[in-house]
């Protein structure tokens, strides 16, 4: 199983991003995916998730109304368009996906690292 997260990078403050996360060696269609993050000194946090089929969506407070997620089951694809950004929002930013049953994450990605500059 591989979830690669790529699109990071640095961006000024209200500016935007789009990170994508490419996934295989899972039938993709089925899981549920998410995206978390982790500033430098804190734990990872939950920033968005969405279902197998992609009709449901939640976000974490500090997403909600600036970041979207979106999947493509054609492609084995996530991503996570990001903007009006904020300081705050820099970290490194997980992919992860959950089987259907599962109630936790089973498969993380490596990471990709987003700073946003003031």
């Not at 790529?6 to 295989?24: D, T, W």
């Not at 500033?39 to 939950?46: D, L, M, N, Q």
């Not at 600036?66 to 490194?92: C, H």
Request: include cysteine; charge should be positive; glycine fraction near 14%.
């Amino acid at each position: 199983v591989q979830l690669q997260a790529s699109g990071g990078g640095l961006v000024q403050a209200g500016g935007s991003l789009r990170l994508s996360c490419a996934a295989s060696g899972i039938n993709f269609s089925t899981y549920g995916m998410a995206w978390f993050r982790q500033a430098a000194g804190k734990e990872r946090e939950f920033v968005s998730g969405i279902s197998w089929k992609g009709g449901a969506t939640n976000y974490a407070d500090s997403a909600r109304g600036r970041f979207t997620i979106s999947r493509d089951n054609a492609k084995n694809m996530m991503y996570l368009q990001m903007n009006s950004m904020k300081p705050e929002d820099t970290g490194v930013y997980y992919c992860a996906a959950k089987k259907p049953d599962g109630g936790s994450y089973d498969y993380w990605g490596q990471g990709t690292q987003v700073t946003v500059s003031s």
